[in-house]
C-alpha cells in the first residue's frame, strides 16, 4: 500500500469521532482523516481538532476509491464554544475542551416543560457568547407541552436587552420557518441541557435523520445524552449547524469574576454610577448596580445569575 502523501484541497471539519474525522474540501470531497504526531496548530493547549476547524491536509494515496488524508495543521480559530477539561480525568495537556469553532452565532436551546427551562443555563451560554462577542440566539423548544404565559414572562428580560428569541415545538413543527430564516447562511452551534430537543430540531432543520434523539429520565427530570460527539450539518438553504453534546453544567472558561460584569449588558450604564471603579457589584456601599436592581431597572432574576456566576468561578 502506498502512503506516499500528496497535496489536497484545505478544508473543514465535519464530525469528530474519537481520533477520526471528516473534512470536507472547498470542491465537496469528503475525507476521512487522522492527525499524525506531526500535526501542528495555531491554537495552543487546546483541543487539536474540532468541528469547525479550518484545516490543511495531505492525502494519503491507498489505492482504493475511499480518501483518507492526513490533517497537517489547524488554522487559528476566530471564535470556540469550550468546556474546562476535568483536571482529575484528562491525561492530556489539553486545559480546555474545544466542542465547536469559527462558530457565528451560538444557538441556546432550552424546553419550556420536560426537562423544565433554565434561565440560570441561558444566562451563563449568553455571558460566554458576550465575552466572544458572538452573536445569540434563544430557541426554547417544546412549546407543545407548555405554552403559557409564564414561560414567556420568564423569557421577557431577554427580549428587552436585545436577544432575539424564537419559540419551537419540535413535535408539532411549528416556529420552524422563523428558525430557518434566522440560521440561513450561517455557522451556527446548538447547545444546551440534554434531552431539550436538540437532535430533533437539527434533523428538521437539515432534512436528515441522522441524529439520534431521546427522552428525560423519568427520575431526574434531566435529560438523556443522545449527542455524544459534534456534528455539522448542511442546511438545505445555506448556512451550516453543529449539534454539540449535551452539557449538564456549562463552564465559562476565560471568564474572572473581575471582568465577568462586562458580559451582562444591562450592566453597562449602571456601573458607571458605582463608587469605586472594581466594585464587584456584590456588598459594596454606593453600588450603582444594586441600586438599578432595587429601582427595577435591572431584573432581579438576571442578578442573581450574576451573582450565581460570580461564587461558582474560582
Given at each position: ?19 477520526s ?18 500535526t ?39 471564535s ?6 476535568d ?18 452565532q451560538?444557538?441556546v ?18 455571558v ?73 430540531l ?12 431521546g ?85 432581579p ?14
Amino acid at each position: 500500500m502506498n502512503r506516499d502523501y500528496e497535496g489536497a484541497p484545505d478544508g473543514m471539519v465535519m464530525e469528530v469521532s474519537g481520533a477520526s474525522y471528516v473534512v470536507i474540501s472547498e470542491d465537496g470531497t469528503e475525507y476521512r482523516c487522522r492527525t499524525f504526531p506531526g500535526t501542528k496548530t495555531e491554537n495552543g493547549d487546546s483541543s487539536l481538532v474540532a468541528v469547525g476547524d479550518r484545516v490543511e491536509l495531505k492525502v494519503i494515496e491507498t489505492g482504493t476509491a475511499l480518501y483518507e488524508a492526513a490533517i497537517t495543521l489547524v488554522l487559528s480559530r476566530r471564535s470556540a464554544l469550550t468546556r474546562k477539561r476535568d483536571v482529575r480525568r484528562n491525561r492530556s495537556k489539553e486545559k480546555v475542551q474545544v466542542i465547536a469553532a469559527n462558530i457565528d452565532q451560538l444557538v441556546v436551546v432550552v424546553s419550556a416543560f420536560d426537562p423544565p427551562l433554565s434561565t440560570r443555563l441561558i444566562d451563563r451560554y449568553l455571558v460566554f457568547a458576550e465575552s466572544e462577542q458572538m452573536d445569540a440566539l434563544i430557541v426554547v423548544n417544546k412549546m407543545d407541552l407548555e405554552d403559557s404565559e409564564e414561560t414567556r414572562e420568564l423569557m421577557a428580560p431577554y427580549n428587552t436587552l436585545g436577544y432575539r428569541i424564537v419559540y419551537t415545538s419540535a413535535e408539532e413543527q411549528c416556529g420552524m420557518e422563523v428558525l430557518h430564516e434566522a440560521l440561513a447562511g450561517k455557522l451556527s452551534a446548538f447547545s444546551g441541557h440534554s434531552g431539550v430537543g436538540k437532535s430533533t430540531l437539527i434533523n428538521q432543520l437539515s432534512g436528515q435523520d441522522r441524529l439520534r434523539t431521546g427522552e428525560t429520565n423519568m427520575k431526574t427530570g434531566k435529560g438523556l445524552h443522545t449527542t455524544t460527539n459534534s456534528v455539522m450539518l448542511a442546511l438545505p438553504g445555506g448556512g451550516y449547524i453543529i449539534d454539540t453534546p449535551g452539557i449538564r453544567e456549562f463552564n465559562l472558561s476565560g471568564i474572572t469574576r473581575e471582568n465577568l460584569r462586562f458580559y451582562f449588558r444591562e450592566f453597562l450604564m449602571s456601573m458607571q454610577e458605582c463608587a469605586y471603579s472594581s466594585c464587584s457589584h456584590t456588598v459594596e456601599p454606593d453600588c450603582g448596580i444594586l441600586k438599578a436592581v432595587e429601582a427595577g431597572r435591572i431584573d432581579p432574576n438576571r442578578y442573581e445569575s450574576y451573582l450565581a456566576i460570580y461564587e461558582s468561578i474560582d
